[in-house]
Nanobody
Framework: QVQLVESGGGLVQAGGSLRLSCAAS????????MGWFRQAPGKEREFVAA????????DYAGSVKGRFTISRDNAKNTVYLEMSSLKPEDTAVYYC?????????????????WGQGTQVTVSS
């Protein structure tokens, strides 16, 4: 059974940092792109960042570029999202997702496996 499990969310003050982790089990994703999405209350799920199978191609949403860093460790079957200079508008449930493609996409429908999400709350 394939599982993606996010961790590292929490409550942080504006300007602070958090590091999210997404550990995969049940199969290896070393040949697959991985992505992070988020969903705030009353809003649609939105793309945050994506990383290709080998980390050579990375994409960020404009709203997080320069503040967030996505990375992966294929040996650990884990993807990370380092978040800094956090803003209250970054408050959302953050989801990790795995694609069947080698290169990432901004379209959530391109991702097959999803984690349960981890809450990130940024206070002003």
């Amino acid at each position: 059974q394939v599982q993606l499990v996010e961790s590292g969310g929490g409550l942080v003050q504006a300007g602070g940092s958090l590091r999210l982790s997404c550990a995969a089990s049940g199969r290896t994703f070393s040949s697959n792109a991985m992505g992070w999405f988020r969903q705030a209350p009353g809003k649609e799920r939105e793309f945050v960042a994506a990383i290709s199978w080998n980390g050579g191609s990375i994409d960020y949403a404009g709203s997080v570029k320069g503040r967030f860093t996505i990375s992966r460790d294929n040996a650990k079957n884990t993807v990370y999202l380092e978040m800094s200079s956090l803003k209250p508008e970054d408050t959302a449930v953050y989801y990790c997702a795995a694609s069947m493609a080698m290169y990432g996409s901004r379209w959530y429908a391109d991702y097959v496996y999803w984690g349960q999400g981890t809450q990130v709350t940024v206070s002003s």
